[in-house]
């Protein structure tokens, strides 16, 4: 009776939506090395001082725990594992709310680069750099790009030996810090060195103070070419439906904190002569909570498999997880700064980095407003003819 | 392990019940009876006597202990064969309550009379616990079971009785010790709804028909042999029936099964297939309930995975929470979409049902029947009240009911 809409509901093996062994153990690692080393006051100092990003920290995880080559195959200097075990370490960034170019440079950057042709050396030689940890980079386009969204082609490549790129790129997260800028421009996708003649970026005062963004400016920056326009488009579309989809997990980490907190806050804190989580009004909303964060969960493991296995239903996946995922986000982080009470106002409580992270993260890589007007195509559900 | 593999030599019995084996057993059952010529109720019974009833159940109770994962493969065999079935919707309470009490606290004597008619349908069951003074707060129920001889005599009131004018019979929560705390004054038994004390009476619904009744009990006989459990252990047997009822309602086909099944199948096919009944303000509320029973799907799917691991997790008690609300929102939205015909209603007349079907007759029984979702088996509020302090460990209300003696209770 019913049509069978394309994607959606393909007969492929059911995804698996749990944890390996293997990613519960990179799961410790991780958390264990966030609680020495990245307790929210740390990130809450590191964030005032200006850096864009916790060098010390980064260099533990990168190349300590390999996680900046974790999307990478062996053979081209990575770990060779998948989009499950990065989104297990995203959950964890997530819940420290930690300051580190996991998805900036790890993600997005490294499967731009992934995209291009990685028997090239110009290709090859940074994807190392960037999965050994040795380097950072960050692919040039506003933060608020969604999957499939052409940013506007600001950038020009004026031909010649050296190609040199001008223009500017607003609202983008991980420049500041980065050493490498994966640049697309009308003419492809080029790496720029931040260091280079020409290239200025220039910090913006961020609402996400762990996930600062930066405007970048060329002017007739020397680049070299890692794809043409066909294969560019491509390779930062995969970047952006990678990323959007991985961001998912993060946001499912901050959620899960927020919700954590809360109960634990709200069991100790008393009121009335009882404590005040033992109020209905309360409970009934962190049960519902939970039941979003438990559903967040199905739907992010959800989309990291489809990214991992490269399923077919891919795209639904991210868009149902983007969807899904960044409005429970900041839902958990309003109900935990709401159910703080004062304290959740103050700028020495943590509540704020996560409530700074989940909303700009519910605007990252497509609002989702955006994500379910793509779905509306993908599972063929069109809106009312004009 | 695929059926072509030999398999290590020392498994051979455990190979039985695999998915090859139940092949097997699938094929040898149609072999011996032809679906084509044997009677339904025949059939039925010789697939319970082979184990394909119910695989996870044990030997000799219409299963074979295997993974319960598998029941999937004989189902797609008796399926793809044209086999006559049971017919869930007609008995739910059965199949998702009774049975799985009666396998946890059964005598054997119990188990072997009762599920096998249970299971085939010949005898349909329902549920004796809800009363006029007692429904979130079950405990409290006033029915009361004393001893008469070698059984008991029962005197009470239950309501909201699904199906009990169909019913054989009833799984039966009486108090047996009013002088000690609701909890521990409980037992529970299995009542013959032929007993001539037991009187059923129609309780119409929103819905115009009545699916549920109310049961006076007067001087009822119940031999001892139908007590399940302990006297006085009522309560923690009740559990069982309970969690399982969640997870029956919660799992019966959750709003976006299996891609687009269940309630958000039928919207989306009306959307697609009436485009001229499309606003924006619709749209944007059916893709937020898409993407909202995908993630409830995808919730179920990930406690399936957990349940097959052996680590359940406590997702289970939130499905329900989900698919009520779900089915709720969309059947009010199909209201909606429908504009004219969503005015029209299919028909008020007081009928006695034979099954349930949240999914079934129009658009107006739908958005009606859902109401019932968040009320039966537990009603949302009190759902949210036990994930908040079973699961979230949040502390619990202040009580004074807990520990005074039933009868000294105010009512
Ligand atoms: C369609 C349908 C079929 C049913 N079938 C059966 C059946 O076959 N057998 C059977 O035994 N029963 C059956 N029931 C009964 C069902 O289990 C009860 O209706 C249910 O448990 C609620 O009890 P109640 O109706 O007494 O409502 P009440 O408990 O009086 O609740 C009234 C309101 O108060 C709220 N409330 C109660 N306690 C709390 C609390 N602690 N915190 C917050 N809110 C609270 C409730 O959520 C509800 O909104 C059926 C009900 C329906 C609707």
């Not at chain 1, 990478?72 to 594992?81: I, M, S, T, W």
């Not at chain 1, 967040?296 to 868009?319: E, F, M």
């Not at chain 1, 700064?337 to 993260?361: C, D, F, N």
């Not at chain 2, 108090?175 to 609701?182: A, G, L």
């Amino acid at each position: 009776m019913t049509p069978q809409p394309s994607a959606a509901l393909s007969a492929t093996a059911p995804p698996d939506l749990l944890y390996s062994e293997a990613e519960e153990d990179l799961r410790t690692a991780v958390r264990s090395l966030l609680t020495h080393r990245g307790a929210p006051t740390t990130v809450l100092a590191g964030a005032e001082s200006g850096r864009p990003y916790d060098a010390e920290l980064w260099r533990s995880l990168a190349a300590g725990i390999g996680t900046a080559g974790l999307l990478v195959p062996d053979k081209l200097g990575g770990q060779g594992a998948t989009a499950r075990e990065t989104a297990v370490v995203l959950e964890e960034l997530g819940r420290a709310v930690a300051p580190v170019p996991q998805l900036t440079s790890a993600v997005l950057a490294v499967t731009a680069l992934l995209g291009c042709d990685t028997g090239d050396a110009e290709v090859a030689a940074p994807l190392a750099a960037l999965a050994e940890g040795r380097r950072v980079g960050a692919l040039a386009v506003p933060l608020t790009t969604p999957p499939g969204g052409r940013p506007a082609a600001t950038v020009r490549a004026a031909a010649g030996r050296r190609p040199l790129l001008s223009g500017e790129i607003t609202a983008v997260a991980g420049a500041a810090g980065a050493d490498l800028l994966l640049v697309p421009a009308d003419t492809g996708l080029y790496a720029v060195d931040t260091g280079a003649e020409g290239v200025r970026i220039t910090p913006v005062t961020s609402l996400d103070l762990t996930r600062p963004l930066a405007r970048v400016t060329l002017a007739e920056a020397p680049g070299s070419l890692l794809a043409g326009p066909g294969r560019a488009r491509d390779a930062v579309d995969a970047a952006l439906l990678t990323g959007a989809g991985l961001l998912a997990s993060e946001q499912l980490g901050v959620a899960e904190w927020c919700l954590e907190e809360t109960v634990r806050y709200t069991g100790e804190r008393r009121q009335f002569g009882r404590p005040v989580g033992s109020f209905q009004a309360l409970k009934h909303r962190l049960a519902a909570l939970w039941l979003e964060v438990a559903s967040a969960r199905a739907v992010a493991r959800n989309a990291a498999d489809a990214l991992a296995t490269g399923s077919p239903d891919t795209a639904v996946a991210v868009a149902v997880a983007q969807s899904y995922c960044g409005e429970v986000a900041v839902r958990a982080a309003q109900e935990c700064v709401q159910l703080h009470g004062g304290i959740g106002m103050t700028w020495e409580h943590p509540a704020h980095l996560y409530l700074k992270r989940a909303k700009s993260a519910e605007l990252a890589l497509g609002t989702p407003g955006r994500h379910r007007a793509a779905l509306a195509r993908l599972v063929d559900l069109p809106g009312p003819p004009d | 392990m695929s059926p072509t593999d030999p398999g290590p030599a020392a498994s051979a019995d455990r190979e039985a019940v695999d998915a090859a084996g139940l092949r097997a057993r699938t094929a040898a059952l149609l072999a011996a009876h032809d679906p084509a010529t044997t009677p339904r109720p025949d059939f039925l019974r010789a697939r319970f006597d082979a184990g394909l009833a119910w695989v996870h159940f044990p030997e000799g109770l219409g299963g074979l202990g295997a993974p319960r994962a598998l029941q999937a493969v004989v189902d797609a065999g008796l399926a793809a064969a044209g086999a006559p079935g049971n017919d869930p919707r007609r008995i739910g309470i059965g199949l998702g309550m009774a049975a799985p009490t009666l396998l946890q606290y059964g005598t054997e004597e119990q188990k072997r009379r009762f599920l096998r008619p249970l299971w085939t349908g010949e005898e349909v069951w329902c549920q004796l616990f809800s009363e006029p003074g007692a429904g979130s707060d079950l405990a409290a129920l006033a029915t009361r079971a004393v001893r008469d001889g070698d059984g008991w005599r029962v005197d009470g009131q239950k309501v909201w009785t699904s199906g009990a004018h169909l019913a054989r019979w009833a799984i039966l929560l009486a108090r047996t010790d009013p002088t000690v705390p609701k909890h521990a004054g409980l037992t529970y038994f299995v009542c013959d709804m032929t007993d001539p004390g037991v009187e059923v009476r129609p309780l119409r619904q929103i819905t115009g028909e009545a699916e549920f009744n109310e049961v006076f009990l007067t001087g009822v006989r119940i031999p001892d042999a139908h007590r399940l459990g302990a006297v006085g252990e009522g309560w923690k047997v009740a559990r069982t029936t309970l969690m399982n009822e969640r997870v029956a309602i919660g799992g019966s086909g959750a709003p976006g099964e299996a891609g687009e099944g269940g309630m958000l199948g039928l919207v989306t096919g009306t959307w697609r297939g009436r485009p001229e009944l499309r606003t924006h303000d619709l749209h944007q509320r059916l893709l937020r309930l898409w993407v909202e029973a995908e993630a409830a799907r995808l919730t179920g799917e990930r406690l399936r995975q957990q349940l097959r691991r052996g680590r359940p997790g406590p997702e289970g008690s939130g499905l329900k929470l989900s698919f009520a609300r779900l089915n709720q929102e969309l059947s009010g939205l199909e209201v909606e979409l429908l504009a004219e015909d969503g005015l029209a209603y299919g028909d008020w007349t007081m009928t006695r049902p034979e099954v349930v079907d949240f999914t079934g007759r129009d658009a107006g029984y739908r958005y009606l029947r859902a109401k019932g979702n968040s009320i039966e088996g537990g009603t949302s509020e009190v759902l949210l009240n036990i994930v908040a302090e079973r699961v979230l460990g949040l502390p619990p209300e202040p009580r004074t009911d807990k520990d005074l003696p039933w009868k000294d209770l105010p009512r």
